[in-house]
């Protein structure tokens, strides 16, 4: 059965009452007003003691962390501003609130003031007195453009579509896509960005043309690089080699790829969840031999309101991207399918 379709007057009756009663007008992807008094604290990482702590004149101060090694931006008042990772370019922000939701695969919510946006260089220890960094940041701090969750959650089911000056839809509902004859259970990655859009693509290592059967899907990985990649500038690569750029595969992603790895790959389960924040990439042992080989991915998307650490990915059950629970709860911690697979991290 293809799950996105079934029933759909019922489903549709479902998710617009539920979305009406998220937002009291309107059908959006997701919601940016909560009251304070429910409000969900994320893990700024394991280390709580600053190894440093640096004021400037601007009147903020700023504090260095370790696992992994990163910069704080604090306020006067000591409210944290911002989140810079060494060897990554994402960057924390926090912002008004937003509660990410998919009434139809699961009833959990995710609520974050926290804007995951990408930095013109990687992140290095004192940093933030280049003239680069406090240009970019004194925008970054106001900008309420879709930033890496936004646009994850625009190819979820409740999404509408959007298209270009072209005319070509570049987000919307995707689909996980065909699957190969030669690997029926899904772990192949067969659908990148282009086949979504329906492009031909050249990038510095490759060139590809995209299958007709593909347009409009994204696998694991594909959705990862239309968010990263295509939508917000990250540099791609066509092949699963080392080299500058996000490669195309998930296990390539998490051997050689770029930005810093937030825990090392042992073959078993990965527990350092105080480690992750939103946007974060997530890898998982998906095949038939459980270890430290790789066949899946996602994104990390905060803890939800049930306390959960939630993912979205594109996945064959769900027939594309979900945080929701079909197919096996979208959770890192507890004894789920997906949380006693997941191997590793990245923040890019």
């Known amino acids: 059965m293809n799950y996105r379709t079934y029933s759909q007057t019922q489903a549709a009756l479902v998710t617009l009452a539920a979305f009406a009663l998220l937002t009291g007008a309107g059908f959006v992807t997701y919601l940016v007003a909560r009251p304070s008094t429910d409000r969900i604290v994320l893990s700024l990482g394991a280390a709580a003691v600053p ?70 260089k990687e992140w290095y220890a004192g940093a933030e007195q280049d003239a680069w960094f406090t240009t970019w940041f004194s925008k970054a701090r106001t900008d309420r453009s879709p930033d890496v969750l936004g646009v994850a959650m625009e190819y979820t089911y409740v999404s509408s579509p959007k298209k270009d000056a072209q005319g070509r839809q570049y987000s919307g509902d995707a689909a ?80 050689v790829g770029p930005g810093a790895q937030l825990m090392p790959n042992t073959g078993k389960r990965a527990r350092d969840l ?15 031999v459980q270890g430290a080989n790789i066949e899946h991915s996602g ?28 197919g096996g709860e979208s959770t890192l911690d507890g004894t789920g399918y997906w949380a006693t697979r997941f191997r590793t991290a990245r923040r890019i």
């Open 274 to 288: 105080d480690r992750l924040l939103p946007g974060d990439l997530l890898f998982f042992n998906a095949g038939p």
């Open 51 to 120: 190894q440093s702590v640096v004021r400037t004149d601007t009147g903020y101060s700023y504090r260095r962390l370790s696992a992994p090694d990163r910069t704080q931006i604090v306020d006067a008042s000591g409210k944290v501003l911002a989140t810079m990772t060494d060897g990554a370019r994402t960057v924390h922000l926090h912002g008004p609130e937003r509660i990410f939701a998919e009434p139809r695969f699961t009833k959990a919510k995710v609520h974050t003031d926290l804007w995951v946006r990408l930095a013109p």
């Open 176 to 255: 996980f896509g065909p699957l190969s004859d030669s690997d029926p259970d899904g772990r192949a990655e067969n659908s990148d960005f282009y086949d979504y859009l329906g492009v031909s693509w050249t990038f510095p290592d490759k060139k590809e043309k995209p299958a007709a059967a593909h347009i409009r899907s994204l696998d694991c990985s594909g959705f990862l690089r239309m968010v990263y990649g295509y939508r917000l500038g990250y540099p791609l690569r066509g092949t699963n080699e080392a080299g500058p750029g996000l490669p195309r595969r998930a296990y390539a992603m998490a051997s």
């Open 299 to 326: 994104m990390y998307l905060g803890v939800d309101d049930r306390g959960h650490h939630r993912f979205i990915s594109s996945r064959t059950t769900a027939n594309g991207p979900t945080m929701g629970d079909l």
